[in-house]
């Protein structure tokens, strides 16, 4: 015997199955950025680069992390031919996918070497700097410890904010493995978690808490301050503070292009990329992103402080992007769940 | 003799591992009201929806009309079969309304308004059409079934219990109306019911039902006054049951010898029907009340018997009786016999 | 009885071929992300180390704990609410219907921003105590404030169908209790609350999946459980196999929470009765103004203070231009796409729900309750696991907007399944076979009487999936169509950058569109 409802779902599904069949958007020979940078950040100079070489784009804006692991998961049918991002344990796992194709010289020659990769898989678009953000209520600039490393004294104790997940935190770790060892690593770390730091979500979240006083300061990167500032206003009651030259809280770090192995508009790529590091480009990082620029001869905003005058601990980038020793070392000493 | 329009033949159908027909046949004359009566669990509704092509036999078939209808192997959907039911619940459309409801069946190209008055005159509905079901009460929604039933005029209309959800002060009339309707209507219709009293009043013909089998189909006189089995004649009426033994024409048990038609010998169950029973004043046997249930137009005595045995007298209620009385009773008419059988369970 | 459950378990047996073809369809379709996740997870090397660790056990425990909290706590919120509102005299009833399902529409990111805003450390409420000499509150962080939030953002998947079983639900067995001798509130519990068991099954059963799968909101309040540890291994690790690792626990959890909502389902009824009329309202007498004062208190709670948040984010920023350009494209987009995954879910739900409504066993069951899968894995699983099987077997389909709508499906299937199986199962079923025997073939039967009267049923199931979709993110990132943003994605990319001011338009946007739709079915309601 026949029930009612089958054959009006057969005919029912039809639609559902003629959407998914129709609706398709293969086959298309724009340029494909996946950009891992928010779009209210780059949309204006993306667009600019189409208006001014007559390329069209298409871009899908969405997390660094969750674009990588797309294209790692998307394979050789990725449709992106380049990864705008700031993550660079994102890079790192496109690396070890074999997912990256090198860069022309011409392009990498652009940047400082600290700011590309030495086998030319990616180069660095635009710099932030690890810093200090701090409650101008509670805290005096003049008494906060010059070196990342002091923070794990008593004083901080239930004061401290991080960010431990993601932006920054585990390649600063990294960076202490490499310069300091991985023994005092794990002693600072221990030192840390016993100080009771306050683990937020995100750096948005860490410093509206610096803001509304719920902790004192917080380890985070420079440009959000600027973003609060332009939204909130000066009475934004939080501050960066920048460590000590050399010391390894100074950490800096890029947000970098690079144009995957699986890519198929390779030229309009390279033409991208070498837009993104155009005076131009480089001068909107400057004025619109508080980031520092990395092409010689633009000059960073005045707000900061001067890329001369920074002087990072030395680390080659690209050996930060296997984060997972730091991430183990982390969810020992407990700064990790 | 007509030839019958509906045929059912040997049908078996199980559910799991239980057997819901075992073999039942069935005839239905045209223009015919029949009832298939049976204790609940015997079948009869699964058989109804073989009919109506709910279900599908395991073995056997249906013909309506001459037309092979259902076998295991063939069906004919029901909405193709011209067999129309009207359920105990009556399930009326409750998003439609009453004219709706009638309308749902009518074919294309039927002057539909028109018909749908004329079946709501028949069922006295006519200021109803714009009601919905829920706002009728469940006589009204009977009827309302019932013409929804008849509106495209099916070859036969199938009614499951269709009086148990009505108010029982309310179920005679509405009984008579639907015979009084589907006399009009001169529709064949098979009604399920496991009310003796319903089918044995109701209908032209009465089908026994026990056990997944048809026992028995006759007029209500014939399967009341002469039923096939025990068991049959337990059911339709109340009745007595006494041990006894047959010798040749004759029978013996302890409400005396009596003479029988019978075509077997020795040990048999005798039965009285309840009715036949009466207070003797001359000659019977003694016996003593131990309950009564009075109806006001009749009541049911209980007696105990000195073998022990109980028996039920229907008796008119114009004398009252008590527990503990002694009563002398005799039989009136003759009993009817059956080969001994050990109890069930 | 013996004989009515042999039919019962016989009706599979007669299941249509084809509705068992397609419900099998579906539930394969279902089950691509949990067989991705078990396939990734066998390539990680460490599986029983990730399993058996300390931070792991851990998480397991806090997730057990807030998945219980919350899935009580929603029932408490939701039953009352959904009685208040569809059935009682109160003040402004259809008003607070509304307002009370949007909650729903909150992306679970703004959900637990606006909890930190509004409870947090410095924020509106304790700006508002500290004349007062508060200074500071109880923190919100960790379970409290995970708890509260869940709770709040997830009691309209009850409320909304209990609201809607409500609206068929027969007033004559609640009238025979009262004819019996039961005052009201006996007769609430004695027969409308295991009358109304069914949808708050169905109910408590996705906010639980819900809860085990959230992360947005807990990771905002730091309260890591499973979920959050899974995302960690994504985003900082890159490591898949161990993030699938760490989803193992999620599926054995899901299992779980269905065979328990199994055991409460019983012997499920069938319908409620054979005329339904429309339910009587409940005169509330002196509860009127505390009934009134409870549907406020969620409602400022799940609505008021995302509102204020946003509306806070609208008033106090500087950098407001810009934001409307391509707010009315993303509008569109979400409404489309959210549209579209609703009228899908429904569509593809049907026969699942038809099977396990009506032809009840061992398939149907599993068909049923494999398709909650979505609900209970994390949405980046969900999302990977499509990104994979589309690049890898359709690559036609890749950044599709009918990818799109088919992960929004899979992902929330579950929440239209619930309340269609349980329209259907209110829908006696006499009504069809009784269309059938007047000559009506089955489409004609599932036209003019199944599906109308499962109308409101389906038109719940539609709400919960367009409310949800509409806010869904990581799905949306990894699987849209490129340029397709929606108003979630332009919401969250503004207030991941700190433009609180561009995301308040389209946050706005978001809940009206949601009203909107809410209003639509309460319309239907009443029609049908």
Same mark, same amino acid.
């Given at each position: 015997?026949?029930?009612?409802?089958?054959?009006?779902?057969?005919?029912?599904?039809?639609?559902?199955?003629?959407?998914?069949?129709?609706?398709?958007?293969?086959?298309?020979?724009?340029?494909?950025?996946?950009?891992?940078?928010?779009?209210?950040?780059?949309?204006?100079?993306?667009?600019?680069?189409?208006?001014?070489?007559?390329?069209?784009?298409?871009?899908?804006?969405?997390?660094?992390?969750?674009?990588?692991?797309?294209?790692?998961?998307?394979?050789?049918?990725?449709?992106?031919?380049?990864?705008?991002?700031?993550?660079?344990?994102?890079?790192?796992?496109?690396?070890?996918?074999?997912?990256?194709?090198?860069?022309?010289?011409?392009?990498?020659?652009?940047?400082?070497?600290?700011?590309?990769?030495?086998?030319?898989?990616?180069?660095?678009?635009?710099?932030?700097?690890?810093?200090?953000?701090?409650?101008?209520?509670?805290?005096?600039?003049?008494?906060?410890?010059?070196?990342?490393?002091?923070?794990?004294?008593?004083?901080?104790?239930?004061?401290?904010?991080?960010?431990?997940?993601?932006?920054?935190?585990?390649?600063?770790?990294?960076?202490?493995?490499?310069?300091?060892?991985?023994?005092?690593?794990?002693?600072?770390?221990?030192?840390?978690?016993?100080?009771?730091?306050?683990?937020?979500?995100?750096?948005?979240?860490?410093?509206?808490?610096?803001?509304?006083?719920?902790?004192?300061?917080?380890?985070?990167?420079?440009?959000?301050?600027?973003?609060?500032?332009?939204?909130?206003?000066?009475?934004?009651?939080?501050?960066?503070?920048?460590?000590?030259?050399?010391?390894?809280?100074?950490?800096?770090?890029?947000?970098?292009?690079?144009?995957?192995?699986?890519?198929?508009?390779?030229?309009?790529?390279?033409?991208?990329?070498?837009?993104?590091?155009?005076?131009?480009?480089?001068?909107?990082?400057?004025?619109?992103?508080?980031?520092?620029?990395?092409?010689?001869?633009?000059?960073?905003?005045?707000?900061?402080?001067?890329?001369?005058?920074?002087?990072?601990?030395?680390?080659?980038?690209?050996?930060?992007?296997?984060?997972?020793?730091?991430?183990?070392?982390?969810?020992?000493?407990?700064?990790?769940? | 003799?007509?030839?019958?329009?509906?045929?059912?033949?040997?049908?078996?159908?199980?559910?799991?591992?239980?057997?819901?027909?075992?073999?039942?046949?069935?005839?239905?004359?045209?223009?015919?009201?029949?009832?298939?009566?049976?204790?609940?669990?015997?079948?009869?509704?699964?058989?109804?929806?073989?009919?109506?092509?709910?279900?599908?036999?395991?073995?056997?078939?249906?013909?309506?009309?001459?037309?092979?209808?259902?076998?295991?192997?063939?069906?004919?959907?029901?909405?193709?079969?011209?067999?129309?039911?009207?359920?105990?619940?009556?399930?009326?459309?409750?998003?439609?309304?009453?004219?709706?409801?009638?309308?749902?069946?009518?074919?294309?190209?039927?002057?539909?308004?028109?018909?749908?008055?004329?079946?709501?005159?028949?069922?006295?509905?006519?200021?109803?059409?714009?009601?919905?079901?829920?706002?009728?009460?469940?006589?009204?929604?009977?009827?309302?079934?019932?013409?929804?039933?008849?509106?495209?005029?099916?070859?036969?209309?199938?009614?499951?219990?269709?009086?148990?959800?009505?108010?029982?002060?309310?179920?005679?009339?509405?009984?008579?109306?639907?015979?009084?309707?589907?006399?009009?209507?001169?529709?064949?219709?098979?009604?399920?019911?496991?009310?003796?009293?319903?089918?044995?009043?109701?209908?032209?013909?009465?089908?026994?039902?026990?056990?997944?089998?048809?026992?028995?189909?006759?007029?209500?006189?014939?399967?009341?006054?002469?039923?096939?089995?025990?068991?049959?004649?337990?059911?339709?009426?109340?009745?007595?049951?006494?041990?006894?033994?047959?010798?040749?024409?004759?029978?013996?048990?302890?409400?005396?010898?009596?003479?029988?038609?019978?075509?077997?010998?020795?040990?048999?169950?005798?039965?009285?029907?309840?009715?036949?029973?009466?207070?003797?004043?001359?000659?019977?046997?003694?016996?003593?009340?131990?309950?009564?249930?009075?109806?006001?137009?009749?009541?049911?005595?209980?007696?105990?018997?000195?073998?022990?045995?109980?028996?039920?007298?229907?008796?008119?209620?114009?004398?009252?009786?008590?527990?503990?009385?002694?009563?002398?009773?005799?039989?009136?008419?003759?009993?009817?016999?059956?080969?001994?059988?050990?109890?069930?369970? | 009885?013996?004989?009515?459950?042999?039919?019962?378990?016989?009706?599979?047996? =007669? &299941?249509?071929?084809?509705? !068992?073809? *397609?419900? %099998?369809? +579906? /539930? #394969?379709?279902?089950?691509?992300?949990? @067989?991705? $996740?078990?396939?990734?997870?066998?390539?990680?090397?460490?599986?029983?180390?990730?399993?058996?660790?300390?931070?792991?056990? =851990? &998480?397991?425990?806090?997730? !057990?704990? *807030?998945? %219980?909290? +919350? /899935? #009580?706590?929603?029932?408490?919120?939701? @039953?009352? $609410?959904?009685?208040?509102?569809?059935?009682?005299?109160?003040?402004?009833?259809?008003?607070?219907?509304?307002?009370?399902?949007?909650?729903?529409?909150?992306?679970?990111?703004?959900?637990?921003? +606006?909890?930190?805003?509004?409870?947090?450390?410095?924020?509106?409420?304790?700006?508002?105590?500290?004349?007062?000499?508060?200074?500071?509150?109880?923190?919100?962080?960790?379970?409290?404030?995970?708890?509260?939030?869940?709770?709040?953002?997830?009691?309209?998947?009850?409320?909304?169908?209990?609201?809607?079983?409500?609206?068929?639900?027969?007033?004559?067995?609640?009238?025979?209790?009262?004819?019996?001798?039961?005052?009201?509130?006996?007769?609430?519990?004695?027969?409308?609350?295991?009358?109304?068991?069914?949808?708050?099954?169905?109910?408590?059963?996705?906010?639980?999946?819900?809860?085990?799968?959230?992360?947005?909101?807990?990771?905002?309040?730091?309260?890591?459980?499973?979920?959050?540890?899974?995302?960690?291994?994504?985003?900082?690790?890159?490591?898949?196999?161990?993030?699938?690792?760490?989803?193992?626990?999620?599926?054995?959890?899901?299992?779980?929470?269905?065979?328990?909502?199994?055991?409460?389902?019983?012997?499920?009824?069938?319908?409620?009765?054979?005329?339904?009329?429309?339910?009587?309202?409940?005169?509330?007498?002196?509860?009127?103004?505390?009934?009134?004062?409870?549907?406020?208190?969620?409602?400022?709670?799940?609505?008021?203070?995302?509102?204020?948040?946003?509306?806070?984010?609208?008033?106090?920023?500087?950098?407001?231009?810009?934001?409307?350009?391509?707010?009315?494209?993303?509008?569109?987009?979400?409404?489309?796409?959210?549209?579209?995954?609703?009228?899908?879910?429904?569509?593809?739900?049907?026969?699942?729900?038809?099977?396990?409504?009506?032809?009840?066993?061992?398939?149907?069951?599993?068909?049923?309750?494999?398709?909650?899968?979505?609900?209970?894995?994390?949405?980046?699983?969900?999302?990977?696991?499509?990104?994979?099987?589309?690049?890898?077997?359709?690559?036609?389909?890749?950044?599709?907007?009918?990818?799109?709508?088919?992960?929004?499906?899979?992902?929330?299937?579950?929440?239209?399944?619930?309340?269609?199986?349980?329209?259907?199962?209110?829908?006696?079923?006499?009504?069809?076979?009784?269309?059938?025997?007047?000559?009506?073939?089955?489409?004609?039967?599932?036209?003019?009487?199944?599906?109308?009267?499962?109308?409101?049923?389906?038109?719940?199931?539609?709400?919960?999936?367009?409310?949800?979709?509409?806010?869904?993110?990581?799905?949306?990132?990894?699987?849209?169509?490129?340029?397709?943003?929606?108003?979630?994605?332009?919401?969250?990319?503004?207030?991941?950058?700190?433009?609180?001011?561009?995301?308040?338009?389209?946050?706005?946007?978001?809940?009206?569109?949601?009203?909107?739709?809410?209003?639509?079915?309460?319309?239907?309601?009443?029609?049908?």
């Amino acid at each position: 015997m026949r029930r009612t409802s089958l054959l009006a779902s057969a005919l029912a599904l039809m639609p559902l199955a003629a959407v998914l069949l129709t609706a398709c958007g293969g086959g298309d020979d724009r340029l494909t950025i996946y950009a891992g940078r928010s779009k209210n950040l780059v949309q204006p100079l993306l667009e600019q680069f189409s208006e001014d070489t007559g390329i069209s784009i298409r871009v899908l804006y969405g997390d660094s992390t969750d674009l990588a692991l797309g294209i790692l998961e998307e394979g050789q049918n990725s449709p992106a031919d380049v990864y705008y991002g700031q993550d660079v344990g994102a890079l790192g796992a496109l690396k070890a996918a074999g997912r990256l194709s090198e860069l022309p010289s011409a392009l990498l020659a652009k940047v400082d070497p600290a700011f590309r990769s030495p086998d030319g898989l990616w180069v660095g678009i635009s710099g932030r700097q690890r810093v200090i953000v701090y409650n101008t209520d509670a805290v005096d600039p003049a008494e906060l410890p010059s070196s990342i490393l002091d923070y794990t004294a008593p004083a901080w104790e239930g004061r401290f904010g991080i960010v431990p997940r993601s932006d920054g935190f585990p390649e600063f770790v990294t960076a202490l493995r490499l310069l300091k060892g991985e023994e005092f690593a794990r002693r600072w770390l221990e030192d840390l978690d016993a100080n009771d730091p306050t683990a937020y979500a995100n750096n948005i979240a860490a410093i509206q808490a610096v803001a509304n006083g719920e902790v004192d300061v917080a380890f985070l990167n420079h440009y959000y301050l600027f973003r609060f500032l332009e939204e909130r206003g000066e009475d934004f009651k939080a501050r960066n503070y920048y460590f000590a030259a050399g010391d390894v809280g100074g950490l800096f770090l890029v947000a970098s292009a690079s144009i995957l192995d699986s890519a198929r508009q390779r030229e309009d790529a390279e033409r991208f990329i070498e837009y993104l590091l155009s005076a131009e480009a480089q001068q909107y990082f400057t004025d619109e992103t508080h980031e520092y620029p990395l092409v010689p001869g633009i000059a960073a905003d005045p707000g900061l402080q001067p890329l001369s005058q920074i002087d990072p601990p030395q680390i080659d980038l690209s050996d930060l992007t296997d984060l997972r020793g730091s991430l183990d070392l982390m969810r020992q000493t407990g700064i990790l769940p | 003799m007509t030839q019958p329009i509906l045929v059912c033949r040997d049908l078996s159908k199980r559910f799991g591992h239980t057997a819901a027909l075992w073999g039942a046949n069935l005839e239905l004359r045209e223009g015919g009201l029949l009832a298939l009566l049976g204790p609940s669990g015997c079948g009869k509704t699964t058989l109804l929806r073989l009919i109506a092509g709910f279900e599908m036999p395991d073995a056997g078939e249906i013909e309506l009309r001459g037309r092979l209808i259902s076998s295991p192997s063939h069906t004919v959907p029901p909405e193709k079969r011209g067999v129309s039911m009207v359920f105990q619940d009556f399930a009326l459309f409750p998003h439609l309304s009453v004219g709706a409801n009638v309308a749902f069946g009518l074919p294309r190209g039927v002057n539909k308004q028109a018909r749908v008055a004329e079946l709501l005159a028949l069922i006295r509905l006519e200021s109803l059409a714009a009601r919905m079901p829920h706002e009728l009460s469940g006589g009204q929604q009977q009827r309302v079934a019932l013409a929804r039933a008849l509106a495209s005029e099916p070859a036969l209309v199938l009614l499951d219990e269709p009086f148990s959800n009505l108010d029982p002060s309310i179920r005679a009339d509405v009984r008579d109306e639907v015979r009084h309707l589907l006399e009009t209507v001169g529709i064949t219709a098979m009604i399920v019911t496991h009310d003796q009293e319903e089918a044995l009043s109701l209908a032209g013909e009465v089908a026994v039902m026990m056990d997944g089998e048809v026992l028995q189909v006759g007029t209500p006189g014939e399967v009341y006054a002469r039923p096939v089995s025990r068991r049959v004649g337990e059911f339709v009426g109340a009745a007595n049951i006494l041990p006894g033994k047959l010798e040749g024409r004759q029978v013996e048990c302890e409400l005396g010898r009596f003479a029988v038609d019978a075509g077997f010998s020795g040990l048999a169950d005798v039965m009285f029907r309840a009715e036949t029973l009466a207070i003797s004043a001359e000659g019977g046997v003694a016996a003593e009340v131990t309950d009564v249930d009075y109806y006001g137009h009749d009541q049911m005595v209980t007696a105990r018997l000195r073998s022990g045995a109980e028996v039920r007298l229907r008796l008119l209620a114009l004398q009252p009786y008590a527990i503990g009385q002694q009563l002398t009773i005799a039989a009136t008419a003759e009993p009817l016999v059956f080969p001994r059988q050990t109890p069930p369970g | 009885m013996a004989l009515a459950l042999a039919q019962a378990r016989d009706r599979l047996n =007669r &299941a249509p071929l084809i509705l !068992l073809a *397609l419900a %099998a369809l +579906v /539930t #394969a379709a279902v089950l691509m992300p949990p @067989v991705y $996740l078990v396939w990734r997870a066998t390539e990680s090397s460490a599986i029983w180390e990730h399993l058996s660790d300390e931070s792991t056990l =851990r &998480a397991l425990g806090r997730t !057990l704990l *807030l998945t %219980a909290s +919350v /899935t #009580a706590t929603c029932i408490a919120l939701a @039953v009352p $609410l959904a009685w208040l509102t569809g059935r009682t005299d109160l003040p402004l009833r259809r008003f607070w219907t509304v307002l009370l399902a949007l909650p729903l529409a909150v992306p679970s990111f703004v959900g637990g921003f +606006v909890m930190v805003s509004a409870l947090g450390p410095g924020g509106l409420v304790q700006d508002l105590l500290a004349p007062l000499g508060v200074d500071r509150l109880p923190s919100i962080f960790g379970f409290w404030g995970a708890w509260i939030t869940l709770s709040v953002v997830s009691y309209p998947y009850i409320f909304l169908q209990v609201r809607a079983s409500l609206s068929r639900s027969d007033p004559s067995l609640e009238e025979a209790a009262r004819g019996l001798g039961n005052g009201s509130w006996r007769t609430f519990w004695r027969v409308n609350l295991p009358q109304m068991r069914p949808p708050i099954a169905a109910g408590a059963l996705l906010v639980a999946l819900y809860s085990i799968s959230e992360f947005g909101a807990v990771s905002m309040l730091r309260y890591d459980t499973l979920t959050p540890l899974v995302y960690l291994q994504y985003t900082t690790s890159f490591d898949r196999a161990a993030a699938a690792v760490l989803g193992l626990p999620l599926i054995a959890l899901a299992v779980l929470i269905l065979g328990l909502e199994g055991m409460t389902r019983g012997r499920a009824h069938y319908y409620g009765g054979a005329q339904p009329r429309p339910a009587r309202t409940m005169e509330l007498g002196s509860w009127r103004w505390p009934g009134f004062a409870f549907c406020a208190l969620v409602a400022l709670l799940g609505v008021g203070l995302p509102v204020a948040v946003i509306l806070y984010w609208l008033v106090s920023g500087l950098s407001a231009e810009g934001t409307t350009s391509f707010l009315a494209a993303a509008a569109v987009n979400s409404t489309l796409a959210a549209a579209l995954a609703a009228l899908a879910a429904a569509i593809a739900c049907l026969p699942v729900a038809y099977l396990s409504a009506r032809h009840a066993g061992r398939l149907a069951s599993f068909f049923e309750k494999a398709s909650y899968a979505g609900q209970s894995i994390p949405a980046i699983t969900i999302a990977l696991a499509l990104v994979f099987f589309a690049a890898t077997y359709a690559t036609p389909l890749q950044r599709t907007l009918g990818l799109l709508v088919f992960a929004y499906t899979v992902r929330f299937l579950p929440e239209a399944l619930g309340a269609i199986r349980g329209a259907l199962l209110q829908l006696n079923p006499n009504t069809e076979e009784a269309a059938r025997s007047l000559g009506a073939g089955p489409l004609k039967t599932f036209a003019r009487i199944t599906a109308p009267q499962a109308l409101p049923g389906v038109f719940a199931g539609m709400l919960l999936v367009f409310l949800t979709a509409i806010k869904e993110l990581p799905i949306t990132i990894l699987l849209s169509p490129i340029g397709f943003d929606t108003l979630a994605t332009e919401i969250w990319s503004a207030t991941s950058e700190a433009f609180f001011t561009r995301a308040a338009l389209p946050s706005l946007t978001l809940l009206l569109i949601s009203a909107f739709a809410v209003l639509i079915m309460l319309r239907r309601e009443r029609l049908t």
